[in-house]
Antibody
Framework: EVQLVESGGVVVQPGGSLRLSCAVS????????MHWVRQIPGKGLEWVAV????????YYADSVKGRFTISRDTSKNSLYLQMNSLRSDDTALYYC???????????????WGQGTLVTVSS | DIVMTQSPDSLAVSLGERATINCKSS????????????LAWYQQKPGQPPKLLIY???TREFGVPDRFSGSGSGTDFTLTISSLQAEDVAVYYC??????????FGGGTKVEIK
């Protein structure tokens, strides 16, 4: 059974930093691209970032480019999102999600975690 | 960037009746090399993460009831629930996964019981 478990969400002050983690199991981690998606409670879904299956490239939404960094550690079966220069509009529930197609970043997401809540507030 | 526009924002349908949700892309999602439309539909129930329902515009994910169907090609797509059940109350999102990132979602359509 595929499992994705996010952690690291807390209350942080504007301008602060945070690292989210996503522990995965139940599939061959290095075969699939992984994504972060966020959702302001009560609002829609916003794709945030993706990292290739081999970790050699990543892409970001314009809203986070230059502030967030996605990474993965195959030895730990974990995905990360380093978030710097946080702003109030980064407040959201952050999901990690697995791409359904191997060896491509452009695929739908067939598994999602339950999300971890990040609140940026003074 | 490619814009995904869903309509309506919400709809109320009687149990057993049909629900239809539309999604329009600002660019074609049809890849001519394999004749596939790179469009997915998700269902999100309150307090839960999204669940993949349909990919390639019309292929149901394993385990998804056959009352859910997807259609369309190019820039215009439709999700149809043929006979609405109480457990189908949710927000539904379309998403493109063609061209370059970002992998844009539509704004969502809330489906309720009339």
């Amino acid at each position: 059974e595929v499992q994705l478990v996010e952690s690291g969400g807390v209350v942080v002050q504007p301008g602060g930093s945070l690292r989210l983690s996503c522990a995965v199991s139940g599939f061959t981690f290095e075969d699939y691209s992984m994504h972060w998606v966020r959702q302001i409670p009560g609002k829609g879904l916003e794709w945030v970032a993706v990292i290739r299956w081999d970790g050699y490239d990543s892409y970001y939404a314009d809203s986070v480019k230059g502030r967030f960094t996605i990474s993965r550690d195959t030895s730990k079966n974990s995905l990360y999102l380093q978030m710097n220069s946080l702003r109030s509009d980064d407040t959201a529930l952050y999901y990690c999600a697995k791409g359904s197609l191997s060896d491509t970043v452009m695929s739908p997401f067939d598994s999602w975690g339950q999300g971890t809540l990040v609140t940026v507030s003074s | 960037d490619i814009v995904m526009t869903q309509s309506p924002d919400s709809l109320a349908v009687s149990l057993g009746e049909r629900a239809t949700i539309n999604c329009k892309s600002s660019q074609s999602l049809l890849y001519s090399s394999n004749n596939k439309n790179y469009l997915a539909w998700y269902q999100q129930k309150p307090g839960q993460p999204p669940k993949l329902l349909i990919y390639w515009a019309s292929t149901r994910e394993f385990g998804v009831p056959d009352r859910f169907s997807g259609s369309g090609s190019g820039t215009d797509f439709t999700l149809t629930i043929s006979s609405l059940q109480a457990e189908d109350v949710a927000v539904y999102y379309c998403q493109r996964y063609y061209h370059d990132p970002p992998l844009t979602f539509g704004g969502g359509t809330k489906v309720e019981i009339k």
